[in-house]
T-cell receptor, first 111, second 119 residues
Protein backbone atom coordinates (compact mmCIF):
# COMPACT_ATOMS: atom_id res chain seq x y z
CA UNK A 1 0.00 0.00 0.00
CA UNK A 2 1.33 3.43 -0.95
CA UNK A 3 2.02 5.72 1.96
CA UNK A 4 0.32 8.59 0.11
CA UNK A 5 -2.94 8.09 -1.74
CA UNK A 6 -4.57 10.71 -3.92
CA UNK A 7 -8.09 10.81 -5.33
CA UNK A 8 -9.36 11.09 -7.86
CA UNK A 9 -6.68 9.96 -10.28
CA UNK A 10 -8.26 11.94 -13.10
CA UNK A 11 -10.72 14.81 -12.92
CA UNK A 12 -12.51 16.69 -15.69
CA UNK A 13 -14.44 19.84 -14.90
CA UNK A 14 -16.16 22.72 -16.65
CA UNK A 15 -14.79 26.20 -16.29
CA UNK A 16 -16.13 27.84 -13.15
CA UNK A 17 -16.66 24.64 -11.17
CA UNK A 18 -15.37 24.14 -7.63
CA UNK A 19 -12.65 21.47 -7.57
CA UNK A 20 -11.53 19.27 -4.69
CA UNK A 21 -8.54 16.93 -4.75
CA UNK A 22 -7.93 14.66 -1.80
CA UNK A 23 -4.78 13.25 -0.25
CA UNK A 24 -4.61 10.61 2.49
CA UNK A 25 -1.46 9.36 4.12
CA UNK A 26 -0.75 6.45 6.40
CA UNK A 27 2.30 7.64 8.32
CA UNK A 28 3.14 10.34 10.80
CA UNK A 29 4.28 13.48 9.05
CA UNK A 30 5.80 16.82 9.90
CA UNK A 31 4.48 18.64 6.84
CA UNK A 32 2.65 18.17 3.56
CA UNK A 33 3.26 19.77 0.19
CA UNK A 34 0.92 20.37 -2.72
CA UNK A 35 2.74 20.63 -6.05
CA UNK A 36 1.47 21.57 -9.50
CA UNK A 37 2.97 20.11 -12.66
CA UNK A 38 1.97 21.69 -15.95
CA UNK A 39 1.78 19.80 -19.25
CA UNK A 40 5.19 21.20 -20.17
CA UNK A 41 6.63 19.35 -17.18
CA UNK A 42 7.60 22.18 -14.85
CA UNK A 43 6.82 21.70 -11.15
CA UNK A 44 5.71 24.47 -8.82
CA UNK A 45 5.24 24.20 -5.09
CA UNK A 46 1.79 25.56 -4.24
CA UNK A 47 1.60 25.04 -0.49
CA UNK A 48 3.51 23.59 2.41
CA UNK A 49 1.39 23.10 5.50
CA UNK A 50 1.48 21.23 8.77
CA UNK A 51 -1.85 22.28 10.25
CA UNK A 52 -5.02 24.18 9.48
CA UNK A 53 -5.60 25.92 6.20
CA UNK A 54 -3.73 28.08 3.71
CA UNK A 55 -5.14 30.21 0.90
CA UNK A 56 -3.49 31.69 -2.16
CA UNK A 57 -5.75 33.31 -4.70
CA UNK A 58 -8.31 30.76 -5.85
CA UNK A 59 -6.43 27.89 -4.21
CA UNK A 60 -7.12 26.63 -0.70
CA UNK A 61 -5.31 23.79 1.05
CA UNK A 62 -6.46 22.19 4.28
CA UNK A 63 -4.99 19.49 6.45
CA UNK A 64 -6.41 17.38 9.28
CA UNK A 65 -3.51 15.80 11.14
CA UNK A 66 -5.72 13.52 13.26
CA UNK A 67 -7.45 12.09 10.19
CA UNK A 68 -4.24 12.05 8.13
CA UNK A 69 -5.99 13.84 5.30
CA UNK A 70 -5.48 16.95 3.20
CA UNK A 71 -7.54 18.58 0.50
CA UNK A 72 -6.72 21.03 -2.25
CA UNK A 73 -9.61 23.18 -3.44
CA UNK A 74 -9.79 25.35 -6.52
CA UNK A 75 -12.59 27.89 -6.67
CA UNK A 76 -13.91 29.23 -10.00
CA UNK A 77 -11.74 26.82 -11.97
CA UNK A 78 -10.21 27.95 -15.25
CA UNK A 79 -8.67 26.05 -18.17
CA UNK A 80 -5.24 27.33 -17.12
CA UNK A 81 -5.65 25.29 -13.91
CA UNK A 82 -5.33 22.14 -16.04
CA UNK A 83 -2.31 20.32 -14.65
CA UNK A 84 -1.27 17.39 -12.50
CA UNK A 85 -1.54 18.10 -8.78
CA UNK A 86 0.77 16.12 -6.55
CA UNK A 87 0.61 15.65 -2.80
CA UNK A 88 3.87 14.96 -0.97
CA UNK A 89 4.50 14.31 2.72
CA UNK A 90 7.59 14.85 4.82
CA UNK A 91 8.39 12.31 7.48
CA UNK A 92 7.59 8.71 6.56
CA UNK A 93 8.21 5.35 8.17
CA UNK A 94 11.12 5.20 10.57
CA UNK A 95 11.02 8.94 11.12
CA UNK A 96 12.75 9.64 7.81
CA UNK A 97 12.82 13.19 6.52
CA UNK A 98 12.36 11.85 3.03
CA UNK A 99 9.65 13.33 0.82
CA UNK A 100 7.09 10.71 -0.26
CA UNK A 101 4.85 11.55 -3.20
CA UNK A 102 1.36 10.58 -4.25
CA UNK A 103 0.78 9.50 -7.84
CA UNK A 104 -0.87 12.78 -8.74
CA UNK A 105 -4.31 13.91 -9.89
CA UNK A 106 -4.65 14.96 -13.50
CA UNK A 107 -7.09 17.87 -13.73
CA UNK A 108 -8.58 19.02 -17.00
CA UNK A 109 -10.75 22.12 -16.98
CA UNK A 110 -12.74 22.61 -20.16
CA UNK A 111 -13.87 26.04 -21.33
CA UNK B 1 16.07 36.20 -9.95
CA UNK B 2 17.26 33.09 -11.73
CA UNK B 3 15.52 29.93 -10.63
CA UNK B 4 17.05 26.49 -10.30
CA UNK B 5 19.03 25.80 -13.45
CA UNK B 6 19.46 22.29 -14.77
CA UNK B 7 21.47 21.07 -17.71
CA UNK B 8 21.14 19.51 -20.12
CA UNK B 9 17.39 19.80 -20.79
CA UNK B 10 17.46 16.63 -22.85
CA UNK B 11 19.97 13.82 -23.05
CA UNK B 12 19.87 10.82 -25.33
CA UNK B 13 22.67 8.32 -25.02
CA UNK B 14 23.44 4.68 -25.49
CA UNK B 15 23.34 2.07 -22.80
CA UNK B 16 26.61 1.77 -20.94
CA UNK B 17 27.61 5.40 -21.35
CA UNK B 18 28.26 7.71 -18.43
CA UNK B 19 25.64 10.40 -17.91
CA UNK B 20 26.17 13.55 -15.85
CA UNK B 21 23.29 15.82 -14.91
CA UNK B 22 23.99 19.27 -13.51
CA UNK B 23 22.13 21.59 -11.19
CA UNK B 24 22.68 25.15 -10.01
CA UNK B 25 20.44 25.93 -7.02
CA UNK B 26 18.99 29.31 -6.18
CA UNK B 27 21.58 31.53 -4.53
CA UNK B 28 21.15 31.54 -0.75
CA UNK B 29 19.35 28.21 -0.59
CA UNK B 30 21.06 25.69 1.67
CA UNK B 31 19.33 22.48 0.63
CA UNK B 32 19.30 20.70 -2.69
CA UNK B 33 17.20 17.76 -3.77
CA UNK B 34 17.45 15.36 -6.71
CA UNK B 35 14.22 13.68 -7.86
CA UNK B 36 13.36 11.18 -10.58
CA UNK B 37 9.98 10.98 -12.29
CA UNK B 38 8.73 8.01 -14.31
CA UNK B 39 5.31 6.97 -15.51
CA UNK B 40 5.41 3.81 -13.41
CA UNK B 41 6.71 5.18 -10.11
CA UNK B 42 5.86 8.88 -10.26
CA UNK B 43 8.15 11.28 -8.41
CA UNK B 44 10.80 9.86 -6.12
CA UNK B 45 13.42 11.56 -4.00
CA UNK B 46 16.87 10.23 -4.83
CA UNK B 47 19.09 12.23 -2.49
CA UNK B 48 19.19 15.52 -0.71
CA UNK B 49 21.97 17.75 0.58
CA UNK B 50 21.95 20.24 3.39
CA UNK B 51 24.84 22.72 3.44
CA UNK B 52 26.56 20.64 0.72
CA UNK B 53 26.49 17.48 2.86
CA UNK B 54 24.44 14.45 1.73
CA UNK B 55 21.77 13.85 4.37
CA UNK B 56 19.69 11.02 2.95
CA UNK B 57 20.69 9.00 -0.08
CA UNK B 58 18.39 6.06 0.60
CA UNK B 59 16.48 6.82 -2.59
CA UNK B 60 19.51 6.32 -4.81
CA UNK B 61 18.61 3.15 -6.72
CA UNK B 62 22.00 1.48 -6.83
CA UNK B 63 25.75 1.96 -6.96
CA UNK B 64 25.60 3.11 -10.56
CA UNK B 65 24.15 6.39 -9.25
CA UNK B 66 26.25 8.97 -7.45
CA UNK B 67 25.69 12.60 -6.51
CA UNK B 68 28.04 15.31 -5.40
CA UNK B 69 27.76 18.86 -4.22
CA UNK B 70 31.26 20.34 -4.21
CA UNK B 71 30.01 23.81 -3.31
CA UNK B 72 26.82 25.70 -2.53
CA UNK B 73 26.18 26.63 -6.15
CA UNK B 74 26.60 23.35 -7.98
CA UNK B 75 25.59 19.72 -7.83
CA UNK B 76 25.92 16.75 -10.16
CA UNK B 77 24.07 13.46 -10.49
CA UNK B 78 26.05 10.83 -12.32
CA UNK B 79 24.96 7.48 -13.73
CA UNK B 80 27.71 5.06 -14.74
CA UNK B 81 27.06 2.81 -16.57
CA UNK B 82 23.63 3.91 -17.75
CA UNK B 83 20.83 1.44 -18.50
CA UNK B 84 17.54 1.81 -20.42
CA UNK B 85 15.57 1.59 -17.15
CA UNK B 86 17.25 4.82 -16.03
CA UNK B 87 15.23 6.71 -18.65
CA UNK B 88 13.19 9.30 -16.79
CA UNK B 89 12.90 13.00 -16.07
CA UNK B 90 15.33 14.08 -13.38
CA UNK B 91 14.46 17.16 -11.36
CA UNK B 92 16.63 19.21 -9.09
CA UNK B 93 15.07 21.45 -6.43
CA UNK B 94 16.44 23.79 -3.81
CA UNK B 95 15.09 25.46 -0.73
CA UNK B 96 16.10 27.29 2.42
CA UNK B 97 15.81 24.73 5.19
CA UNK B 98 15.94 26.10 8.70
CA UNK B 99 16.73 22.76 10.32
CA UNK B 100 18.41 19.64 8.99
CA UNK B 101 16.34 17.80 6.42
CA UNK B 102 13.44 18.79 4.15
CA UNK B 103 11.31 19.78 7.14
CA UNK B 104 11.07 23.42 6.15
CA UNK B 105 8.86 26.43 6.20
CA UNK B 106 10.13 27.42 2.78
CA UNK B 107 8.80 25.94 -0.46
CA UNK B 108 11.04 23.94 -2.74
CA UNK B 109 11.85 25.53 -6.09
CA UNK B 110 12.16 23.08 -8.95
CA UNK B 111 14.28 23.24 -12.06
CA UNK B 112 12.78 22.45 -15.46
CA UNK B 113 14.17 18.92 -15.35
CA UNK B 114 16.43 16.84 -17.56
CA UNK B 115 14.66 14.37 -19.81
CA UNK B 116 17.01 11.39 -20.05
CA UNK B 117 16.63 8.64 -22.62
CA UNK B 118 18.95 5.64 -22.56
CA UNK B 119 18.78 3.59 -25.74
Amino acid sequence: KNEVEQSPQNLTAQEGEFITINCSYSVGISALHWLQQHPGGGIVSLFMLSSGKKKHGRLIATINIQEKHSSLHITASHPRDSAVYICAVIGGQGGSEKLVFGKGTKLTVNP
Amino acid sequence: DAGVIQSPRHEVTEMGQEVTLRCKPISGHNSLFWYRQTMMRGLELLIYFNNNVPIDDSGMPEDRFSAKMPNASFSTLKIQPSEPRDSAVYFCASSLVLTGGPKSNQPQHFGDGTRLSIL
